[in-house]
């Protein structure tokens, strides 16, 4: 049976709260569930059969994702805050939401990146990008880029990302690449304020190993806005898909082209 | 059997003279072929086992490619001139490659694309691009876009382009778009200079149905370079993949990324 | 004495109905002026004592301006319709606006440029930009640039266009260009959807002569979105300050951030 | 008289042994001079007759032209690596250069930027542009600006720069920024991957002061690459020109189109 698990952070008063609310009205309906506070010093343990609900912001949803996707679990991403381009279910629609997500199972497959640095042993998981950048404010980093042992461009940049889907109208965006539709088998390639260089992004098919080489100059290799490693001239990361997609629920659409327009309407404040 | 039929333009007198010294060759080794001239008012007749070799540039694939596609046939792109991104075979290899091609059936197959335009009867074909751009110097021209009957962008632009892989770097790369690999099964549709918009591209499956439709102005439908039809406000253009790929021999690699390195070099003379 | 000239295109019937409607407002004042239909076959002629006020958009006020800088008059820039970067007064305003004119000599001075082919005797004025841009849909024209004698880039593009600091929010803005204060004492080449280069702007300085040869096929001469001349692969275009700015009526403030938030909102429709 | 000082880095022996060896040479023709190392401890003096001589790349000439701009000196940049946009003296040509500059006073003036903090009793000075960014990787920060305490855009962004005609071609072009005339009295205000806003820079006087003003995060202040200050939401950062330019000696030309030229086609490796 489906195990229901709220995900929010502690200092998201209203998504605690809400979580609390939820779960009282659920419970009139004969259905429980748990909360997991996503800054908790404990691991949570999620199943395959857990349905994970994202209560907050798009970091919120990233971090929920990333212990979803660990468990095979499928994720409810609700949006309590500014407009979301990942969050499909506005807060006023969260019971429904999940009753509908236990009756059926259409989810939305969303590609995630599996990244190796080389002489590390675990994986990095990412759903939106991940990034070698320049570790020092005010300097460059000089990145070799490959594309299944082919050599692509070099880049001398403020850094370099693989985007996937999801994460195209993220970081992505800004620095010139693509908005890519959420269910395409692709990654994208893209540098962020290369020197002298085209600026263009590559989009290259899933399947595809992309590795990203630093060539001088320490550098950071960062996966959805969290630092993860320190790299030095030499190092390589390995960009794959991941074995397993994040599994959205999507009993509600995305409506990316809405939300695209009203972004754009909006960033100009 | 395989009919081999060599395909030129009557102006470019290299590639005449080209294919019939390539017939004498093959005519030693009890092969057998005809000359195509593009220009000519009389249309070949191919079939599905013909094998086209494109003895040109990039125009002269484009419409043997065409051709070829009609029918069925392979293509075998060699390349005549400066650097082609579509044109693989080198003309020092235009005799071994035509063997290969006539024992081998890889081929690499390219998304062409099948245009319609409200209230004409027959589809356009493109393996490049397709153009809805202002018809006037000096103006521009309002478009609305749909993909799969949802409304996406506005643009008020010199035009908007849907673009294959293979057409990616091409007009799509000057307008700001992405490089696709050309095997991906996605469409790029990329704006040509918007007014007080966002310029990015966006990559939709290769499965969507794309609309463009002309809000004022009178405009022009371009495929691949060639004016199509003349555009009236109000005027829908819809954008579908093409059922059948075009089908280029690829017993040569296309090195799209070494391309790419040698075309931005020489691109600033 | 000041003359006053009320500028409209006649199929504007709201701009020609408030001409009239201004025009008995003053008479009650005491003050006369006269409606000059902007497409009627007699050149109207003012001189440099002519208070030229436009009514209607940015094409009204172009045409407008062009006659006002021929004559070395002043105009004032009535906004009858959407948002224009060019025209600062409100339609509601306009009476005010034309008694401060009257006894002010507040002008925003507006660089212009003037524009000679090689071979032909006239010289073609512009206030927002001249461009060389291809003759033929789907073709690209290659333009080599110069400034003073120096050679810059050369592109292989839709068109090269120079802009000045009015123009640098229009077609400027479209193709990639920075906004430049209207004040400012430069111009700005920038080049339209250029393949394989880079497609950064170049700002020179006021003083400068700008040469934009046509390296081949045929091209045509814009200025200001209208076609002036064909070009032949050799023609050269030069650009240069006019030797008089447009002197546009400064009583009110152009607010260009305000209007630059504006549009970018507004372009997302 | 002239007091002549060669600026360079002491871990550029080749700088280092070029100093000694045109000293030298310089001696047999009755001349005297210096040596200072710009990593050195002590501050070496410089005086308005001081003609500074810097040796190495664009970091040697951006720290000795910060200090030959506090004295008032003139600064002659010889360029001994890769191509420098700043550099304009080959090494080959020091000693005549330096003849030159002693009997002409031929100088090209760079407009400096004087950047003061809220706060902060000392000026900043930067020669090619101050930069806030974001003070975390994997962040943004939002950032208002203004150009003489009127509105400009909100950006949430890596960062927003306010570039001079001599950094044009740096951080500047990298993010999108045109390339300025280096004589031009004017400052450019560019963003680094903004998010959901247009990315154009914007050119405004060289009269004009420029506040970024931090709106949240914790972000940095850089100038020429260097780290200055951080700063916290709310802190403001005032941009003018500094009261005096850089002088640079200017009896060799600065050729920026034909750098441009060969910095594109190098970008590509």
Redo the contacts between chains.
């Keep these: 049976m489906t195990t229901l698990i709220f995900c929010a952070f502690s200092n998201r008063r209203d998504a605690v709260e809400l979580a609390h609310e939820v779960l009282r009205d659920l419970a009139q309906r004969g259905r429980e569930g748990k909360i997991c506070l996503l800054d908790d010093a404990e691991e949570p343990s999620f199943g395959a059969d857990t349905l994970v609900v994202s209560l907050g912001g798009d970091g919120t949803f990233l971090k929920a994702a990333r212990l979803a996707h660990a468990a095979g679990a499928r994720i409810l991403a609700v949006n309590l805050g500014r407009l979301g381009f990942l969050l499909n279910v506005p807060s006023t629609q969260i019971v429904t939401s999940i009753e509908d997500a236990l009756t059926s199972t259409h989810v939305s497959d969303r590609l995630a990146l599996a990244v190796t640095v080389k002489g590390v042993e675990h994986e990095v998981f990412a759903l939106n990008e991940v990034?070698v950048?320049r570790a020092q404010?005010?300097?460059?980093v000089r990145v070799k880029t490959f594309?299944n042992d082919?050599?692509?461009?070099?880049y001398?940049?403020?850094g370099v990302m693989v985007a996937t889907p999801t994460g195209?109208t993220?970081?992505n965006?800004?620095?010139?690449?693509?908005?890519?539709?959420p269910?395409?088998h692709?990654m994208?390639l893209t540098p962020?304020?290369?020197?002298?260089?085209?600026?263009?992004?590559?989009?290259?098919?899933h399947s595809?190993t992309i590795q990203l080489i630093v060539v001088d100059k320490p550098a950071?290799l960062?996966a959805?806005?969290?630092?993860i490693a320190a790299l030095n001239a030499g190092d390589g990361v390995t960009v794959r898909k991941s074995a397993a997609p994040v599994r959205v629920v999507a009993t509600q659409s995305f409506d990316v082209?809405?939300r695209?327009?009203q972004?754009?309407?909006?960033?100009?404040?």
Tied chains: 1, 2, 3, 4.
């Design positions: 990034v950048e404010a005010g300097h460059i594309v082919e050599e692509y461009l070099s001398a940049a403020d195209s993220g970081y965006f800004s620095a010139g690449g693509p908005v890519v539709e269910a395409l692709v994208v962020i304020a290369p020197h002298f260089t085209i600026d263009r992004s590559i989009v290259v098919d595809a950071l960062v959805d806005g969290h630092t082209a809405s695209l327009r972004s754009l309407r909006e960033g100009h404040a």
